[in-house]
């Protein structure tokens, strides 16, 4: 079965400053990756995806990530923080032919500074 | 576009009582999630719909907890009896029909219920 790790349960950074937050995943072959965005109160919602193709994808809000496949991993990347992008971030993954299922991280809270 | 629509938002109950959550997909989605998610944790999949149909209930707790889609499109998830460790979000998400496979779909998410059991 698939996994998703989110070594970082809490990270904090100032305004303006980048960002990386980090995913690795547990699977056999090249899997569907996502990335969410979950603000207090509200439901997860799609930053990114990655299913084949370029390694680096693009996302709302300024956000991009990279698959890594020598390393299982799938990063979270921001240039310049803003103070609205703190929340919780989600890495998701879905393994072909495992029944429709997504797997979940953890999750990231980031917290920005002033 | 109307977003996933879940209510209650909040509810708190006594344990051993029943309680009901509803959600109402995105209009034309045909795949429907339910979710829980437990404080400081990601969502875990309870079960999954297409139209009418649950394909993947394998982490639904069958003894206390089911789930109806009678017309395939929204969906109540219902806990009797609730216990003390029922406390979570309950979150419901649903997908467009694509040629793509169900694993690589966006999934769209409700706000979720808080659900208190004391």
């Known amino acids: 079965a698939q996994s998703v790790t989110q070594p970082d349960i809490h990270i904090t950074v100032s305004e303006g400053a980048s960002l990386e937050l980090r995913c690795n995943y547990s699977y056999g072959a090249t899997p569907y990756l996502f990335w969410y965005v979950q603000s207090p109160g509200q439901g997860l919602q799609l930053l990114l995806k990655?299913?084949?193709?370029?390694?680096l994808v693009q996302g709302i809000k300024g956000f991009e990530a990279e698959f890594k496949r020598s390393q299982s991993s799938f990063n979270l990347r921001k240039p310049s923080v803003h103070w609205s992008d703190a929340a919780e971030y989600f890495c998701a993954v879905g393994a072909f032919g495992n029944a429709g299922k997504s797997t979940f991280g953890d999750g990231t809270t980031l917290t920005v500074k002033p | 576009e109307a977003g996933v629509v879940q209510s209650p938002r909040y509810k708190i109950i006594e344990k051993k009582q029943p309680v009901a959550f509803w959600c109402n997909p995105i209009s034309g989605h045909n795949t429907l999630y339910w979710y829980l998610q437990n404080l400081g944790q990601g969502p875990e999949l309870l079960i999954r719909y297409e139209n009418e149909e649950a394909v993947d209930d394998s982490q639904l707790p069958k003894d206390r907890f089911s789930a109806e889609r009678l017309k395939g499109v929204d969906s109540t998830l219902k806990i009797q009896p609730a216990e003390l460790g029922d406390s979570a979000v309950y979150l419901c998400a649903s997908s467009p029909r694509t040629d793509r496979a169900a694993e690589g779909r966006e999934q769209f998410f409700g706000p979720g219920t808080r659900l208190t059991v004391l």
């Open positions: 990655y299913f084949s193709g370029d390694t």
